[in-house]
């Protein structure tokens, strides 16, 4: 979009011009759950989310990925990750590889086109093993951060085990000194440095992908002394420090925006890849009560994220839009958001002009996932009020309640194993049923019926795609002044014949 009110402001002494292109912070969280902020859960040490969702607005019906890896192919794609390959977790892992048989630009891309210098900061977690799939590959100017998934600890930066090989980056370059630096704040000092660096003819993108407050679960002491001393479960309250730090992260950015001049000319999306993991043999303290399973399900609490927009130009501020978005409309929002267009070989749909007006949303359907892999097999569509899952719903499927509120009696610890059969189907009325606790299918077989045929066509127009396999290989670590290392020259992409080989160090 164009910004078409012009008007000079003047913040703190640096001159900013409001018909210029707004600068776009995509803040993603790791398994942060529904009720893991403090605006749902009093308990929570997050203040500067809520002072953007105050400033902005709550989307409650913003939807994601049960996984990570699917949600960030389908954020920087804006395609439906089954079309890829990459519909579940395994499509990062180090022997598979994520690349898309048609070729496409991806956001940071699209963006830098239209002016902007992209940055990336924490979890890539969308391949690693030729330099053409790692984030500068993809199109980010500058990237700070770990390749991977999950680390061995916040602090070692190391995959698997000690002896696995070290995983933080500056660019191309294994960041050697960053040892024994918490995760977070790695990605919190490079937040304030983008800012503070930035040049006011030049609008920046930073997609600022935390790790937290995913597993190991690790955090500073002062976090837990500060923010969290006052929550009696074990696991709640090291979750709830690990999500004060990334909070305080957000503060610290909110704050170098301001002393910039910049703050209100800059775009903030606060979301989570997933929802949080439940289920006992889970220790992480994160919930998505009221919300029916978690991280790794197709029900609400597995794909419907806590989403916070702060943005220039909206036209009402301190409210819940109630639009339905999904994972795959965020590209080309932010490109209209940014002046540009959405391109026709992507799926997703731009909600920009709804949220700012708070008109009511474009979609009014929705494919939660396809996902053909064996441990899962499910599929989840929504039609309106209605959502239809077929197939295993996935591996914690109950209802997963604060110890606090069971202590009080406000609601009740529900755990179950839950279907796992593919040809099983659940209907559920979400607009009366938000917790999905009344399954219709068998009494509205002509709505299965419809959505059934729905999915089916979806499939004919976006075909499911498999994994392209890499190449198998030992050899994906390499050694860098004595340090065992991430290799990211280990395979090459058989389906692109014009990128060449590289040359392992």
Known sequence: MTWTTVTLLVLCGVAVTSGAKPNIIFAMLDDAGWYDFQSHDPLMATPRIDQLRQEGLFLDNSYVLPMCAPTRAALLTGRYPHTMGAQDGNAAGTKKLFWPNETFSMLPGELKGLGY????????????????????????????????????????????????????????????????????????????????????????????????????????????????SHVTEPARRIHCAMMAAVDEGIGRMIDALKAKGIYDNTAIVVTSDNGGPVGSSNPSGSYNYPLRGGKKTVYEGGTRAYTVVKAPGLTVTNATWSGMINAVDWMPTLLHMAGGNAKDWMHGINAWNKIKKFGVSARKEMLYTYDDYFKFNHCAYRMGRWKLIQGRPGFHQGWYVPQNLVDAGVAENTPLAGNQDFTHFELYNLHKDP??????????????QEIVGKIEALLDLYPLQPFVESEQSDSWTTSVDGVKVLSTCWCHPENSADTPDCTAA
């Open 435 to 448: 917790e999905e606790r009344k399954d219709l299918a068998a009494k509205k077989l002509e709505i299965v």
């Open 117 to 228: 210098k992209t940055h990336m900061l924490g979890k890539w977690h969308l391949g690693f093993c030729h330099p053409s799939v790692t984030p500068l590959g993809r199109g980010f100017d500058t990237f700070h951060g770990m390749l991977l998934g999950s680390h061995l600890s916040y602090y070692t930066h190391t995959k698997g085990n000690a002896n696995g090989p070290y995983d933080w980056w500056n660019n191309t370059q294994p960041d050697l000194d960053a040892k024994d630096t918490y995760n977070t704040e790695l990605i919190n000092d490079a937040m304030v440095d983008i800012v503070q660096q930035s040049q006011a003819d030049q609008p920046f993108f930073v997609y600022m992908a935390f790790a937290a407050p995913h597993g190991p679960f690790e955090v500073p002491q002062h976090y837990v002394d500060t923010y969290c």
